[in-house]
């Protein structure tokens, strides 16, 4: 369920690094962008190691079940929200 809103959310990223730089577009922007780029690429990495803390949760094991979902959920959360700002800044610059 979680794992479908991800594959939802998830969306081509735009690489301030890669290729020429749009000139018009102030320096702040690109510097903003890269710090949300960084973001949302340890929102993704910490997303996969909390899926693999779930997926390997021993049955029988409520407790360490419900610490696993409560944090894969705020990964998803903060990966959401990364998503959302670089689609805002791409969306502001476009």
């Known amino acids: 369920m979680a794992l479908a809103r991800y594959e ?3 969306v ?3 690489r301030a690094s890669e ?3 749009a000139e018009w577009l102030d ?3 690109w510097e903003r962008l ?3 780029e960084s ?3 340890r929102a993704q990495s910490e997303h996969q190691r909390a899926q693999r803390g779930l997926e390997h949760t021993p049955p029988g094991e409520p407790q360490e079940l419900h ?3 409560r944090r894969y959920c ?3 959360a903060e990966l959401d929200q990364a998503t959302a700002e670089i689609e805002s800044l791409r969306t502001c610059a476009g």
């Open 8 to 10: 939802r959310a998830k």
């Open 12 to 14: 081509r990223v735009m």
């Open 19 to 21: 290729g020429q730089r």
């Open 27 to 29: 320096p702040g922007f």
């Open 34 to 36: 890269e710090r949300l």
């Open 39 to 41: 973001r949302h690429r």
């Open 67 to 69: 610490q696993a979902w």
């Open 74 to 76: 705020e990964v998803i």
